[in-house]
């Protein structure tokens, strides 16, 4: 499946800190790391643990350019 | 300044493309692309132009994963 | 692959209005009517056409309740 | 009062799943499913509560597309 | 009707820009200026203009914080 | 620097409330109260605490208007 969302990279799952209603996945994808706030809910369902190879992926609306 | 996102890249401007409204800006970062959809005027006022070094910011929360 | 977007639908294209950066894309679901605002740049990189079936995902954090 | 989210579905509440600063809300929809983040002071102020009557409101810019 | 979004604030229309697909709209909150990127199609279906009273609504998930 | 985000507001943290994935956070602005849901480590890596003056940051894509 193709996604439209234009930021899409694969890396691997390096921690998850778990809480009641969301979630904190920490993803590496090369020498860069990316963070996910998704709900506790999408761990669970996706059996989501440290070392799977996972997509990071954002749509192209939720980039924010600083100079 | 600090930033409360948890997805922060330091990276080179490699294309614009302008709309009446929106812009798309591709950065790189590394090896990676990444594409920020922002509005025209952000365009304007920030000057930005190819080849200008930006940061490219996303909140964790807009981050999805698949696996 | 399994996307942690908690919202995620099946549907058909009914209607694409592009621009110069952005595009809208409508999609029915069952009997319910999506409309995504995605960049110029998926469209064409999907090939993305009026009664294309495609997935509709959208993210936890971006829905908001009316009471 | 019009929203300018342009998906706008009306709903039923059938879970809230409480944490300490966010919280989950399952609402169903015809037969569809939506799961809400919102925070845990949105359904405090809201006094949401299962078999609520809801509107599920997603700006079209959150919303993905998979082909 | 009572919304989620942690942060509604009232104001009034000074600007609307339209491109094909998504259109900017400026609104007065006191003596705050909130700029809002919104598709074209909201503008004509809400048949927003200048000098309305509107409402601006940001899910807080929505907003970064710097220091 | 500059940031693209349409909305920028200055203001002052007045209240903190931790969850273990998420927090929510209280800014002041004039008369106005925001409220950002970042995650427990922006939170911790910026040391954020009542009284910090802050720069409240949102990009008009996520802007929604009721009228």
């Known amino acids: 499946m193709k ?3 234009r930021n ?3 890396g691997t799952v390096t921690k998850i800190t778990e809480g009641q209603a ?3 996945v ?7 790391e990316f963070v996910a ?3 506790e809910g999408s761990v ?3 059996g989501l643990k440290v070392n799977d190879s996972v ?3 954002v749509k192209a609306t939720e980039v924010m350019i600083g100079k």
């Not at 920490?26 to 860069?32: A, I, P, Q, Y």
């Open 44 to 46: 669970k369902s996706m």
């Open 26 to 32: 920490t993803v590496k994808v090369g020498t860069l």
């Open 22 to 24: 969301m979630a904190e």
């Open 8 to 10: 899409q990279f694969q």
């Open 55 to 57: 997509l990071v992926a």
């Open 37 to 39: 706030a998704i709900t």
């Open 3 to 5: 996604l439209s969302a």
